[in-house]
């Protein structure tokens, strides 16, 4: 369904993105997502899976470029533009939205460095890519550290505290070993990580490094993991053995890993943001279509006022998110390095709301919202798992809490 | 205090010179405009394809990227001693613009590291701090 934009703003380029992005959204992305939810982990990954489709199609139309920049084959979208994208793709499926963003983790960060060599080696097959066969992968969280990655108190310089991931300098050479968590999105099939391990473990999870590691040699996987939501999004585990990469793929040290991971959060929980808007959105649309047919007390639901009050309510919610996410889009892909704590504060936000509003369209659907051949049970089950990635949203807000009692009010001198 | 440059005017003189040669040779390429917020020593440089402007010569020319840094990080930042990830994650160089438009910079830039090295055998600059 559209949606009446109440920003002025948008150019023409900006609504044909959009346009097209719901297109995508609605024909290519539900389906597929759909179709994966209800396969096996395992099947999803398998041969003749909708998956592979799927990807040759994003690719095929580009949007595994949205965040690249046009000298390497990008598409170099507005940070409007990628916002508009986004919420689209959350509208669509949030899970395959994920898998989608992942896949071009990496070589956005490597297109960061403007290192020719790197670059050429790898961002450019990348973006002119056009079957899916080239995915990235973002390897952060641990078996044993999840939310440690994140640094919002003093463990995270404490050396007790050891990485399951290490990387140590042998010649020329980064040699790797360790195992990553099984949350790791698009785990099993992807072809290159962009990894988060320990480098100076004196200095303990203060002391990563990040680093690009093509998945070929001296890797395995886990076998892909089954879950209660985002069940489209394949996630799995990631073995290193003596994995080696060049010197020059360690892309950050630990000097100022911290501030690294601080510059990616903010950017990766800005993006989470607009695609739980997209699922908010597609639930409160989702609970409009139905309340409008479905007829209870002689008329249709939508004839009782209480009803009406619970729509609104969601409209509102949907409103909020997308200004929110909007604004700090806006404001963080327009200052560098982003204002972590706005980025937070719309993920937390965005990803809570996204979970009250299907929880809510589960309610006006009543019996039917739990029955998996309404949409609405799939989105729930997606936005619950919203809560817990890319940061669970209380330990997001524990850094973001370290951030503001320290900072607040920044001034905008300080940022630009 | 700057370690590289003693005193303004030589500050100003050298990335003027710097950047017209740069802009002359990028040509029609450079399509987008570009303020500098020098600090230590301070000093505003605004760049478009027309050309340089300094201080208030730039009067209220709008730049569609700002960059607020010191003269110490441009210089290892063209030396290729501080790479642009850690400079923005670290803050020595800030950004106000949007990151499409940064990110297709670079690429354009790249010329301009061994022609910088030249600017500084040139001007009697350090090529190392
Ligand atoms: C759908 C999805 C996609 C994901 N994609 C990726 C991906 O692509 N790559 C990747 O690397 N990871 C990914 N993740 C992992 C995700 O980032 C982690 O699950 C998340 O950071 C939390 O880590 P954890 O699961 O280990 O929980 P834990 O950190 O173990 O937390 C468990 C509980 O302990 C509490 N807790 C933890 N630490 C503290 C503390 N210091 N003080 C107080 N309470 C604490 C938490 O609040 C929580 O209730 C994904 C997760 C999901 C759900």
New interface residues.
């Given amino acids: 369904m559209d949606y009446l934009d109440i920003s002025l703003q948008l150019s023409e380029d900006d609504i044909a993105i959009k346009n097209a992005a719901h297109e995508f959204a609605e024909e290519i992305m539900r389906p597929a997502a759909k179709a994966l939810d209800e396969m096996s982990a395992e099947d999803g990954v398998a041969k003749k899976s909708p998956l592979w489709p799927f990807l040759k199609k994003s690719y095929e139309l580009g949007y595994h470029r949205i965040l690249?920049?046009?000298?390497?084959g990008g598409l170099?979208?507005?940070?409007l533009q990628l916002n508009l994208v986004l919420e689209e793709w959350g509208w669509g499926s949030m899970g395959l939205g994920v898998l989608l963003g992942v896949a071009a983790f990496p070589f956005f960060?490597i297109?960061?460095?403007?290192?020719?060599e790197l670059i050429e080696k790898y961002v450019i097959p990348f973006c002119e890519c056009t079957d899916g066969s080239i995915r990235g992968c973002w390897c952060g969280t641990e078996p044993e550290h999840g939310s440690d990655i994140l640094y919002f108190d003093d463990f995270f310089k404490n050396p007790k505290i050891k990485g399951n991931v290490q990387a140590r300098l042998k010649g020329d050479s980064w040699i790797i070993n360790g195992q990553k968590s099984a949350w790791v999105s698009g785990g099993t099939i992807a072809t290159h990580g962009l990894t988060f391990l320990q480098v100076d473990p004196s200095k303990g999870m203060a002391g990563g490094g990040v680093c690009v590691v093509p998945l070929d040699k001296g890797v395995s996987r886990g076998k892909p993991l089954e879950k209660i939501g985002q069940r489209d999004l394949n996630q799995s585990e990631v073995f290193f053995d003596d994995t080696k990469i060049p010197a020059n793929h360690m892309?950050?040290e630990p000097?100022?890993y911290p501030?690294?991971v601080?510059?990616i959060l903010g950017a990766a929980n800005a993006a989470m943001s607009a695609l739980a808007t997209g699922v908010a959105r597609a639930a409160f649309e989702e609970a409009l279509v139905y309340a409008r047919e479905r007829v209870q007390g002689g008329v249709p639901i939508t004839k009782h006022t209480s009803v009406r009050q619970r729509l609104f309510d969601m409209f509102a919610k949907v409103e909020a998110c997308r200004a929110l996410s909007r604004a700090v889009f806006n404001f963080n892909?327009?200052?560098?390095?982003p204002v972590t704590e706005y980025s937070i504060a719309a993920k937390t936000r965005c990803t809570q709301t996204c979970f009250e509003v299907t929880h809510e369209a589960i309610q006006i659907l009543g019996g039917n919202g739990l029955a998996r051949e309404y949409l609405v049970e799939k989105i729930f089950r997606d936005a619950r798992a919203s809560l817990v990635e890319d940061g669970l949203n209380e330990m997001l807000a524990a850094a973001g809490g370290l951030t503001i009692t320290e900072t607040y009010p920044r001034k905008s001198s300080d940022?630009? | 205090m700057s370690v590289v440059f003693k005193d303004t005017v030589k500050a100003k003189e050298f990335y003027k010179a710097f950047w017209t040669d740069l802009i002359n040779e990028l040509g029609s390429q450079i399509d987008i405009s570009l303020l500098f917020i020098v600090k230590d020593p301070d000093f505003m440089m605004y760049i478009d394809s027309n050309g340089i402007k300094i201080d208030d010569e730039i009067g209220d020319a709008k730049a569609d990227i700002?960059f607020?840094l010191s003269v110490d990080t441009a210089h290892q930042f063209w030396l290729k001693e501080l790479?642009?990830?850690?400079a923005?994650?670290?803050?020595r160089?800030?950004?106000?613009?949007?990151?499409?438009k940064?990110?297709?910079l670079?690429?354009?830039?790249?010329p301009a590291y061994a022609r910088y090295r030249e600017y500084c055998e040139k001007y009697n600059l350090p090529q190392k701090i």
């Fill in positions: 690249l920049p046009e000298a390497y170099s979208l507005s940070p960060a297109a960061l460095t403007g290192d020719d892309i950050t000097d100022y501030e690294m601080d510059l892909f327009n200052v560098s390095p940022i630009y | 700002q607020t790479s642009l990830p850690k923005l994650a670290t803050r160089v800030r950004t106000k613009g949007s990151l499409p940064v990110m297709k670079l690429p354009l830039l790249k």
